[in-house]
């Protein structure tokens, strides 16, 4: 098992460990078991997970002699709202759930998202551990502290940063998940490869072309270089002022697209069409070399994610989604170009025509 410490400015107790490995439950017990978060631990997952996972999981914790409860809420992107936060938080409260209790999020990035702002706001706040069942969870949205849920006008704006007091990231869980989540996860892996780290695009496309995204050694190999690539930037910008921001590669106009599918697109499906559309936009503006923009669609359309936007999605209604994002500084949207392939920086406002132009070549 690999442990990776990521160090908050803020104080020792802020900091955490992200533990990585295979078949890795049973020691998460006896760590929770030593370092005494709480006295009492509640999972908080979706159906479809607690029905694989969450008696597993739940038995590997009892075993380190934990007090542990565990509640399921519906799967998918429309559980990821404030009713659901008030409806799990009604549950805890039911259960007596305190200040010495912990939340324990088990599944993808809408748990995960879902429980961590329930934790930062429950009796104003108590622990919460990410347990991250997906390639995308574990590879980003475990990691860093932001939590959020989704409202009418837009993904995550709702949301706080709370930083959880341990990730366990357990390559086991990858063995039953589906195909297209596996490949949304290595949308967010090509993005850490383009912005901080090139020649991990050449380890994804060899791999693909040999059949071999399933292997746990590369599977752990990619989630270690995602994760100290994540830590590095969390603990310099920890709010996502800066240079965090960088990790937005794709997701400024991916965000837009999910949204105007109407959250048909995947997060990795749309994060993928973003960074193409984010290289082209850098290639477009004289930044980035047309073969680095080239590379990025070779890698993304290597692992089988989409690099085109669908035909029957609106131009309108996505510069309208790009209008209400939450990273805009006043009327300036922000883009995250590429010089060169390991070279972002932000960009201080790309023209509406050029973001137009983007989407109509863009699209089938």
Same mark, same amino acid.
């Given at each position: 098992?690999?442990?990776?410490?990521?160090?908050? +400015?803020?104080?020792?107790?802020?900091?955490?460990?992200?533990?990585?490995?295979?078949?890795?439950?049973?020691?998460?017990?006896?760590?929770?078991?030593?370092?005494?978060?709480?006295?009492?631990?509640?999972?908080?997952?979706?159906?479809?997970?607690?029905?694989?996972?969450? =008696?597993?999981?739940?038995?590997?914790?009892?075993?380190?002699?934990?007090?542990?409860?565990?509640?399921?809420?519906?799967?998918?992107?429309?559980?990821?709202?404030?009713?659901?936060?008030?409806?799990?938080?009604?549950?805890?409260?039911?259960?007596?759930?305190?200040? &010495?209790?912990?939340?324990?999020?088990?599944?993808?990035?809408?748990? !995960?998202?879902?429980?961590?702002?329930?934790?930062?706001?429950?009796?104003?706040?108590?622990?919460?551990?990410?347990?991250?069942?997906?390639?995308?969870?574990?590879? +980003?949205?475990?990691?860093? !502290?932001?939590?959020?849920?989704?409202?009418?006008?837009?993904?995550?704006?709702?949301?706080?940063?709370?930083?959880?007091? *341990?990730?366990?990231?357990?390559?086991?869980?990858?063995?039953?998940?589906?195909?297209?989540?596996?490949?949304?996860?290595? =949308?967010?892996?090509?993005?850490?490869? =383009?912005?901080?780290?090139?020649?991990?695009?050449?380890?994804?496309?060899?791999?693909?072309?040999? !059949?071999?995204?399933?292997?746990?050694?590369?599977?752990?190999?990619?989630?270690?270089?995602?994760?100290?690539?994540?830590?590095?930037?969390?603990?310099?910008?920890?709010?996502?002022?800066?240079?965090?921001?960088? &990790?937005?590669?794709?997701?400024?106009?991916?965000?837009?697209?999910?949204?105007?599918?109407?959250?048909? &697109?995947?997060?990795?499906?749309?994060?993928?069409?973003?960074?193409?559309?984010?290289?082209?936009?850098?290639?477009?503006?004289?930044?980035?070399?047309?073969?680095?923009?080239?590379?990025?669609?070779?890698?993304?359309?290597?692992?089988?994610?989409?690099?085109?936007?669908? *035909?029957?999605?609106?131009?309108?209604?996505?510069?309208?989604?790009?209008?209400?994002?939450?990273?805009?500084?006043?009327?300036?949207?922000?883009?995250?170009?590429?010089?060169?392939?390991?070279?972002?920086?932000?960009?201080? !406002?790309?023209?509406?025509?050029?973001?137009?132009?983007?989407?109509?070549?863009?699209?089938?």
């Amino acid at each position: 098992m690999k442990t990776i410490k990521v160090k908050l +400015d803020r104080s020792a107790a802020d900091s955490y460990d992200i533990h990585i490995g295979d078949g890795i439950m049973d020691r998460m017990g006896l760590i929770l078991a030593r370092s005494k978060t709480a006295r009492r631990y509640v999972i908080v997952t979706d159906d479809h997970v607690d029905a694989a996972h969450g =008696a597993r999981v739940q038995a590997a914790l009892e075993k380190a002699d934990l007090a542990v409860e565990r509640l399921s809420v519906p799967p998918g992107e429309a559980t990821k709202d404030i009713r659901t936060v008030l409806a799990v938080s009604e549950r805890l409260a039911g259960i007596g759930a305190d200040r &010495l209790t912990a939340l324990i999020a088990l599944g993808g990035g809408v748990v !995960g998202d879902l429980t961590g702002f329930a934790a930062s706001i429950y009796m104003r706040g108590i622990p919460v551990i990410q347990v991250p069942t997906t390639l995308l969870a574990q590879v +980003d949205s475990s990691i860093g !502290g932001k939590t959020g849920v989704d409202i009418a006008a837009g993904k995550n704006l709702l949301g706080t940063f709370h930083q959880p007091k *341990g990730v366990f990231i357990d390559v086991d869980f990858l063995r039953m998940l589906p195909e297209a989540q596996l490949r949304n996860g290595l =949308a967010e892996v090509i993005k850490c490869a =383009a912005v901080e780290s090139p020649e991990l695009l050449n380890d994804i496309e060899e791999t693909a072309a040999k !059949g071999g995204l399933r292997e746990t050694a590369f599977l752990e190999r990619i989630i270690t270089a995602a994760c100290l690539i994540k830590k590095r930037l969390v603990e310099i910008d920890e709010r996502d002022r800066g240079v965090r921001r960088i &990790l937005n590669f794709g997701h400024t106009l991916g965000h837009a697209v999910e949204a105007a599918s109407g959250y048909a &697109l995947s997060h990795g499906e749309s994060v993928a069409i973003g960074m193409v559309a984010a290289a082209a936009i850098s290639e477009r503006m004289n930044y980035l070399p047309a073969g680095d923009r080239k590379r990025i669609e070779s890698v993304v359309r290597a692992v089988g994610l989409p690099d085109r936007i669908p *035909g029957d999605l609106s131009e309108d209604d996505i510069i309208a989604r790009l209008a209400s994002d939450k990273k805009k500084e006043g009327e300036t949207i922000h883009f995250i170009l590429l010089k060169k392939l390991g070279f972002p920086f932000v960009n201080g !406002g790309v023209p509406e025509v050029i973001v137009r132009e983007t989407i109509k070549r863009l699209q089938k």
